[in-house]
């Protein structure tokens, strides 16, 4: 596997962006420096606790090739997506005279992916930034299209800016270390790009179920590849959701209010199967999806070990929540639901008596 060549996705330039690379591959750390360029003096390497080794042997690394880098350690998972955090790591620029020209290197985690991008997409207005995903979810999602954000008392996301990064580099080895519920976690976005866009990744899933809980599956390379092309389609042609981006949100509706519901307690990936099996369900009681469609949401996510169902009498505190998601418009809700398979469209002001009948399908 270590004489592979890495496949190359690019992502293009939309709304005023430069386009850029997703490399997925091994031992990709040499690209870094090509990435970071000749203007850079400084390097901050952003990395969650549990990636502590990986952040200093990178530090060092770069130090090595001449750079004054630091690595900003900041907490696992959504502890780190709090303006705290951000601003613990403004001032760990501030301190190093951190300037326009001085990159960042997000390594980690969705999550940490989405705090590195803010804070370089905070800092002086903007900074260059390079994320290398370590998890499935951030491979495939997170660290492409360039939503960064952090979360606030009131929800999900909400504070963060559209700044893409210069460069992702997808190091497969790094999945090694993960633990199957994050492994798995993951594959929900994964099978959503099966359903919004791409078939044939629900095919390879349902091909081998055990082979896609591990990084050692016969499909990952092309499941990780495959859900990346989805991603890279859509935000090169809309990266700030004035139209199509939207459908990459199926199934976030739901999900994002269970996630503030549980403190973030649950992992984004698992909320986001329960998400898109509402939304599954909100699409047949809508009169849009067929059954076999709509029942093939449930066999695949179960099949990898992902949840299905939330506790029922949540519904009015939830409901409450997506009341702030991004996609509303005034007090109209808006959901991602499917016309049929690979058929993503806007579901408007659903009427609430179907809401709640879509709601009692996921009802614990
Ligand atoms: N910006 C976007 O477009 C976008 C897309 C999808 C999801 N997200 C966000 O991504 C986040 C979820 O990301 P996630 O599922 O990667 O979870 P995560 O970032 O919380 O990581 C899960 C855990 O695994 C640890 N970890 C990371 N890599 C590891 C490795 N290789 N070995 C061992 N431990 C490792 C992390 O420190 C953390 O404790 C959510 O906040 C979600 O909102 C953003
Ligand atoms: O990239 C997008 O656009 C997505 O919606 C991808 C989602 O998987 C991701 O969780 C995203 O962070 C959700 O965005 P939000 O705008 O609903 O917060
Ligand atoms: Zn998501």
Same mark, same amino acid.
């Given at each position: 596997?270590? /004489? ?9 330039? &939309?709304?005023? &962006?430069?386009? %850029? #690379? ?16 000749? @203007?850079?003096? @400084? ?75 803010? *804070? ?31 979360n606030t008392a009131e929800g999900k996301n909400l504070v963060?800016?559209?700044? $893409?990064?210069? =460069? ?14 994050? %492994? ?12 919004? !866009? /791409? $078939? ?7 091909? /081998? ?27 090169? &042609? ?11 949100? %199926? ?5 994002h209010?269970?996630?503030k519901? +549980? ?22 009681? !809508?009169?849009?999806?067929? #059954?076999?469609? !709509? ?6 996510? +179960? ?17 409450e929540t997506?009341r702030v998601d ?10 991602? *639901?499917? /016309? =049929? ?19 009692? +399908?996921?009802?614990?």
């Open positions: 596997m270590t /004489d592979t060549p890495a496949t190359r996705v690019h992502v293009g330039g &939309s709304a005023g &962006s430069e386009p %850029y #690379d997703v490399l997925v591959g091994r031992q990709l750390l040499g690209e870094l420096a090509g990435l970071i360029g000749d @203007r850079a003096r @400084r390097v901050a390497v952003i990395h969650p606790e549990a990636l502590a080794e990986t952040g200093e042997a990178l530090r060092a690394d770069l130090a090595e090739q001449g750079y004054e880098a630091v690595a900003i350690q900041v907490p696992n998972a959504e502890e780190a997506k709090t303006a705290e955090v951000a601003a613990y790591c403004w001032k760990a620029l501030g301190q190093t005279g951190f300037t326009r020209t001085d990159v960042i290197v997000g390594v980690g985690g969705g999550a940490t992916t989405d705090l590195a991008g803010f *804070v370089a997409a905070t800092w002086l207005r903007g900074v260059r930034w390079i994320a290398v995903p370590t998890t499935v979810l951030a491979m495939v999602d997170a660290a492409v299209g360039g939503k960064t954000g952090i963060g800016a559209f700044h $893409p990064p210069a =460069g992702v580099l997808c190091d497969l080895a790094a999945l090694d270390s993960l633990p199957v519920h994050d %492994y798995v976690s993951g594959l929900a976005e994964v099978i959503k790009a099966g359903f919004i !866009a /791409d $078939p044939v990744i629900l095919d390879l899933v349902e091909a /081998d179920p055990e082979g896609a809980r591990t990084p050692a599956g016969p499909h990952t390379a092309e499941l990780i590849v495959r859900s990346i092309k989805v991603k890279a389609e859509v935000v090169s &042609s809309d990266l700030k959701e004035s139209g199509l981006r939207e459908i990459l949100n %199926y199934g976030h509706t739901l999900a209010a269970i996630e519901n +549980e403190r973030y307690k649950w992992r984004h990936g698992a909320a986001v199967s329960v998400g898109m099996v509402f939304a599954a369900e909100l699409g047949r009681l !809508a009169g849009r999806l067929d #059954d076999a469609t !709509a029942d093939r949401h449930r066999t695949v996510l +179960e099949s990898v070990g992902l949840p299905l169902t939330y506790r029922g009498d949540q519904w009015p505190k939830l409901l997506m991004k996609k509303s418009r005034g007090d109209l809700l808006r959901f991602i *639901v499917l /016309d =049929g398979l690979a058929k993503p469209t806007v579901l408007e002001g659903p009427d609430p008596a179907v809401l709640l009948a879509a709601y009692g +399908e996921v009802s614990a």
